[in-house]
């Protein structure tokens, strides 16, 4: 049964993704993604190394197309990268001839002025940029980085960088922010500090967040829903390829939660679970099996595929 996509956020619908290898042939990497997304949601996603967690991202972000199927965001196909779509990568993005606050500011000063309007509207263009800064410097003391302003990102260690990454895409408050691996390079007690961060700036502006960590107790602290991506599945085919959403579950609880949610057994028994549905090479669950509990979700039916 095919979901309806006209009350949806966000609609992925027999979504494949394939790549020709080196040998000519096509390899699947996603294979029948479905989703349906509500405003405001936290999505994290999980799954074992080369399932396509960092390809789900750009999809939506619309940087790269699919091979089959639709993404449909606020009604409309996405079809190329635009502000409402913010991304943070594994390893920050940051222009190196600029200062970390001119860093931050840029986008806010791109987004409103263009060269000739700074030169032709200069007093709100100075009293606009004097309120960039002071935005930019509010979010830089909230990370721990309110010193380091006027350094470039050569003087910063990698974590500090990383940090000012998540800031530079934070304060464009795009509608859909997708996290790739972002706390990756963060030590403990920063990456804890961030995590909270993250969730305060979700609460107040109400953005819908994808994240994507290899850290399952982050994966299911963070989350409103989590999602497990997954290769490590069996069918009635004789060959499956590529990954499917195996896991897509609502996390229980009150949300956002505390950092004392992460010592509970219900924190210990969604680990165990995740870990076995998808990331267990020796464990791989019949298609008919599959955790889709979650309200929103769904799963299109392959003509080849039983359940």
Not at 15 to 40: C, E, H, M, P, W
Not at 171 to 193: H, N, T, V, Y
Request: with cysteine; charged share 25%.
């Amino acid at each position: 049964m095919l979901k309806t996509n006209s009350d949806s956020f966000l609609f992925l619908e027999d979504v494949y993704v394939r790549y020709i290898n080196s040998q000519n042939r096509a390899v699947t990497i996603l294979n029948d993604i479905d989703l349906k997304i509500n405003q405001g949601e936290f999505i994290t996603i999980v799954g074992p190394s080369g399932c396509g967690k960092s390809t789900l991202l750009r999809l939506i972000l619309g940087s790269e197309p699919p091979t089959q199927g639709k993404i449909i965001f606020e009604g409309k196909p996405i079809n190329s990268p635009n502000r409402n779509r913010g991304i943070v990568f594994q390893k920050y993005s940051l222009f190196p001839h600029l200062t970390i606050l001119e860093n931050l500011m840029f986008g806010l000063d791109v987004e409103q002025y263009s060269l000739s309007s700074r030169f032709f509207s200069f007093r709100k263009y100075k009293k606009d940029n004097q309120k960039f800064r002071a935005q930019a410097q509010e979010y830089l003391d909230r990370v721990g980085l309110s010193q380091d302003g006027n350094k470039y990102p050569q003087q910063l260690s990698g974590g500090m960088r990383q940090r000012a990454a998540i800031v530079q895409s934070l304060i464009m408050r795009p509608k859909i922010l997708l996290m790739d691996e972002p706390f990756g390079a963060l030590d403990d007690s920063i990456r804890q500090d961030m995590q909270l961060f993250i969730l305060e700036q979700w609460k107040k502006y109400k953005m819908t967040i994808f994240f994507v960590t290899h850290d399952l107790e982050e994966a299911i602290f963070l989350g409103s829903r989590t999602l497990v991506l997954s290769q490590y599945y069996s069918t009635d085919l004789e060959r499956n390829e590529g990954a499917k959403i195996v896991t897509d579950i609502e996390i229980p609880g009150a949300y956002p939660r505390t950092s004392k949610f992460k010592y509970t057994d219900t924190m210990s028994q969604l680990v165990r679970k995740i870990r076995k549905d998808g990331l267990d090479p020796e464990h791989r669950q019949h298609i008919k099996d599959f955790d889709l509990s979650h309200q929103n979700a769904f799963r299109t039916i392959n003509k080849n595929e039983r359940r």
